[in-house]
């Protein structure tokens, strides 16, 4: 197996001159501040070049410093703050697109704040699903990129219909691409969603105990029939609002436990079992997906699993599938106390102690 042996870090939030050598399993224990989850972002953000806390990339970069850098093996992300916000991707030493970067080193993250996949609002849903298929298909993470132009394009002659600038013949060239990638989006995440209900039920009965239980992951879209006749009947409403209000963007996913909605009837410990399950199902996807595809000397196929604070989450029953979970892939957890963490996870781990800044 493939696996992250070195990682560092230069004025990346907290962390000016960092460097972490990295085994299989790693345990990195520290007080709250003291960066332990600063080094999971910049793992994620090597994968997918998104953070999982920080929509805006610039508040990555330290304070007093003008640019940030990570590097992993070959591969190296740089975002510089001035004269405009940069970031640039690199594999060998030579500049490549975010696009063929992305997925290089495939990640999935749990940490206490991913119960708002189900609870949160549907662009959380939505997020997730985007993050984990364009780490292992670079068409649709085109397709995603594709569609934010579009989509900006669109908005923008709906504010000219708007002010009666533009004439209502032009949306039909901004619709018929629209159309066309929004339904390829959907038809991915819909592919992918099969995927997780072909296994989430039956990983959730083994972390619930009940065998009875079935979850599944419901896809909808928010509109009924074609999306193109839908955009024909609803001309009037996208120009007084002068937004683009159907389409792949504003889909939903629901999680239904038992034939009800999670977000409305779900109790906590329900939750978190779900969660879990999910982000089993989700490093099964990766780790399958990625496989299919040929797979380098600097690419790995099996998704680094990185854990932030999540055991003092979970009671005992969780806590060991979570632990046989870890054994499996290459892992990074973060913990403010290693009491937290099985005795026998602990035994086999290299263990990263943090001091408090």
Same mark, same amino acid.
């Given at each position: 197996m493939f696996m992250i042996e070195r990682l560092k870090l230069e004025n990346f939030r907290n962390h000016i001159n960092f460097e972490l050598k990295l085994d299989k399993t790693n345990i990195i224990v520290g007080k709250n501040g003291s960066g332990k989850t600063n080094i999971l972002e910049s793992i994620a953000l090597l994968s997918y070049c998104r953070s999982f806390r920080e929509e805006d $990339?610039?508040? !990555?970069?330290?304070?007093?410093?003008? =640019?940030?850098? &990570?590097?992993?093996?070959?591969?190296?992300?740089?975002?510089?703050?001035e004269p405009r916000f940069c970031l640039r991707t690199r594999k060998h030493g030579v500049n490549i697109k975010?696009?063929?970067?992305?997925?290089?080193?495939?990640?999935?993250?749990?940490s206490p704040e991913s119960i708002s996949i189900i609870t949160g609002s549907p662009?959380?849903?939505?997020?997730?699903?985007?993050?984990?298929?364009?780490?292992?298909?670079?068409?649709?993470?085109?397709?995603?990129?594709?569609?934010?132009k579009i989509q900006k394009q669109r908005n923008s002659l709906l504010i000219n219909l708007n002010?009666?600038?533009?004439? $209502?013949?032009? !949306?039909?060239?901004?619709?018929?691409? =629209?159309?066309? &990638?929004?339904d390829k989006i959907r038809n991915e995440r819909k592919k992918s969603i099969g995927y997780i209900n072909a296994r989430i039920s039956t990983l959730y009965q083994n972390i619930s105990g009940r065998e009875a239980d079935t979850l599944k992951l419901k896809y909808l879209q928010n509109y009924d029939g074609e999306l193109l006749a839908c955009l024909a009947r609803n001309y009037d409403r996208e120009v007084g609002a002068k937004l683009s209000l159907f389409g792949a963007h504003r889909d939903n996913i629901l999680f239904i436990l038992n034939k009800l909605d999670m977000n409305n009837y779900a109790s906590r410990g329900?939750?978190?079992?779900a969660v879990l399950a999910l982000k089993m199902a989700e490093l099964n996807f990766i780790q399958e997906m990625k496989s299919k595809r040929e797979v380098t000397n600097?690419?790995?196929a099996q998704?680094?699993?990185?854990?932030?604070?999540?055991?003092?989450?979970?009671?005992?029953g969780r806590r060991s599938h979570l632990s046989k979970l870890i054994l499996q892939y290459q892992s990074v957890t973060t913990t403010t106390e290693i009491d937290n963490l099985p005795k026998e996870l602990v035994k086999s781990a290299n263990i990263i102690r943090l001091e408090s800044l």
């Open positions: $990339k610039k508040n !990555l970069i330290n304070l007093k410093s003008e =640019f940030s850098r &990570i590097n992993i093996g070959d591969l190296e992300m740089f975002l510089g703050r975010l696009s063929d970067f992305v997925g290089l080193i495939p990640s999935v993250i749990l662009r959380e849903r939505r997020r997730f699903l985007d993050i984990m298929i364009s780490q292992t298909n670079q068409e649709y993470l085109l397709d995603l990129i594709e569609y934010k002010k009666r600038l533009a004439k $209502k013949e032009e !949306l039909d060239f901004w619709n018929d691409q =629209f159309v066309k &990638i929004s329900e939750l978190k079992s600097d690419c790995i998704p680094i699993l990185l854990l932030d604070d999540i055991f003092s989450e979970f009671d005992e």
